[in-house]
C-alpha cells in the first residue's frame, strides 16, 4: 500500500510540474540598419529632389509573419520550413518598410512619407516583398535570398513611372538562424543600395521637381500604361 502511495504521489507531482519554457531568440536588422543609415548616399552623391509616399511594403501570405523561413534546395525546394526558437520583431515587409524609408530620407530633400502623414507628395513608392528567405543547397551551406519590386507612380495623374524588379543573394556565414539572419540583413542592405540608385536613376530633377520616364522592363513595351494606385 505504502508503494502504491509513493507512485502515486510521484505520478501527481509530474503533472503539477510546470513544464521548462524554451526561450524565443527575436531579431531585427540591429546595427546594420543604423550604421548604413546614418551614412546612406546615392550614387554620385546626389539628392532625390521629388517629395515621395512610400506605402507599406506588402508580401504574401506566407511571408506576412515573424517566422524565419528557410528552404531545403537539396531536399524539396517548393516546401519552406521555419524555425522553432527564433523569429523576427516584426514582418520582414515591416523591418524592410522601415529601414528603406530610413534610407530614403538620409538622400532626399523633398522628404518621404508615410500613409499615415496626409500629406500631399509628387510620387509614389509602392514595395512588392516576394522573396525572404534562407536557402539550403546543402545541410551546412546556405544563402539569404531577398527579391523585391518597386513600382513609381505619378500621384497625380495616377500613371505608371517605373517598375523594376531586385533580386539578391548573399551567402550565410553558419547554417542555422542567426546565420539566416545576418544573411538577410546583408543582402537587404545590398538591395536598397540598389533601390536607391534606380531611384536617383528615374527620379531626374527637372523644374525643381522630378519627372522620371523609363520603364524597366525585361521585354520591350510600347509605352507606360496606367495602374490603380492606392487611394492614400
Not at 502515486?8 to 503539477?16: E, F, I, K, R, S
Not at 513544464?19 to 551614412?39: H, I, M, N, P
Not at 531626374?204 to 507606360?224: F, Q, Y
Amino acid at each position: 500500500m505504502k508503494i502504491f502511495v509513493v507512485f502515486a504521489m510521484v505520478a501527481l507531482a509530474g503533472c503539477v510540474t510546470p513544464r521548462v519554457q524554451t526561450s524565443t531568440a527575436v531579431y531585427d536588422f540591429g546595427l546594420q540598419r543604423f550604421a548604413t543609415s546614418a551614412k546612406a548616399e546615392a550614387p554620385g552623391n546626389a539628392r532625390l529632389q521629388a517629395s515621395l509616399l512610400m506605402a507599406e511594403a506588402t508580401a504574401p501570405a506566407w511571408l506576412d509573419s515573424t517566422a524565419i523561413h528557410y528552404r531545403l534546395a537539396y531536399y524539396d525546394l517548393a516546401q519552406t520550413y521555419t524555425y522553432a526558437s527564433n523569429r523576427w520583431a516584426s514582418p520582414p515587409a515591416t523591418l524592410l518598410t522601415q529601414w528603406i524609408r530610413s534610407r530614403i530620407a538620409g538622400i532626399s530633400d523633398g522628404g518621404v512619407m508615410s500613409a499615415a502623414d496626409s500629406v500631399q507628395t509628387d510620387y509614389i513608392l509602392r514595395l512588392e516583398l516576394e522573396e525572404f528567405i534562407q536557402v539550403f543547397d546543402t545541410a551546412d551551406q546556405s544563402r539569404a535570398v531577398v527579391k523585391l519590386r518597386a513600382s513609381l507612380i505619378n500621384r497625380d495623374t495616377r500613371s505608371l513611372v517605373a517598375q523594376r524588379s531586385f533580386h539578391i543573394e548573399q551567402a550565410a556565414h553558419a547554417p542555422n538562424a542567426a546565420g539566416a539572419v545576418r544573411a538577410l540583413a546583408e543582402a537587404s542592405d545590398k538591395l536598397i543600395g540598389d533601390l536607391l540608385g534606380w531611384l536617383v536613376e528615374e527620379l531626374r530633377e527637372e523644374n525643381n521637381i522630378v519627372t522620371p520616364r523609363r520603364l524597366d522592363r525585361p521585354a520591350k513595351a510600347s509605352g507606360v500604361g496606367q495602374i490603380e494606385a492606392p487611394d492614400l
